[in-house]
């Protein structure tokens, strides 16, 4: 064997040690660089409604109607908000003061309120602070006895305005 030879034995064994071993990897040739990508949001103080109807059902003048309402409130976390109930369509009707329409434009009268009760009206609430989630508020609704009305059917429509 030549030294020649014998020298190019010895470089492949080293050479191939060396990958053995791992000590020639690709990784320690490669760089590396960073960069930092910035995200961001702006949340907006947000709120959805929605309301179930109210359905006195048969009313026969004698006795008082009740029912109630849900209107449903989601806000965002934190945000105050309140929900004011309008006085509805009926000519003249005010918030303390509401009617249903019916035959021949003939009123029935009847209460919104915010209580159980029914002894509190319900115009607008306190201050209610969002959580995220629905917020349910119920609205309490009667017909006073003693209206003799012309029969037929009677209908109004309750606006609410929620405000953030």
Known sequence: MTLSTSMKSSFQAVALGFLTLGIASTSALAATATSTIAVSATVVATCITSATPMAFGNYT???????????????TNTTPYTVALSAGSATGATVTNRSMTGPGSALLGYGLFSDSARSVNFATTASIT???AAQPITVYGNVAGAQYVA?????????????Y
């Open 151 to 163: 029969p037929g059917a009677y209908a109004d429509s309750i606006t609410a305005t929620v405000s």
């Open 130 to 132: 969002g959580n995220g």
């Open 61 to 75: 003048g004698v006795l008082l109607a009740a029912s109630t309402a849900t209107v449903s409130v989601t806000c």
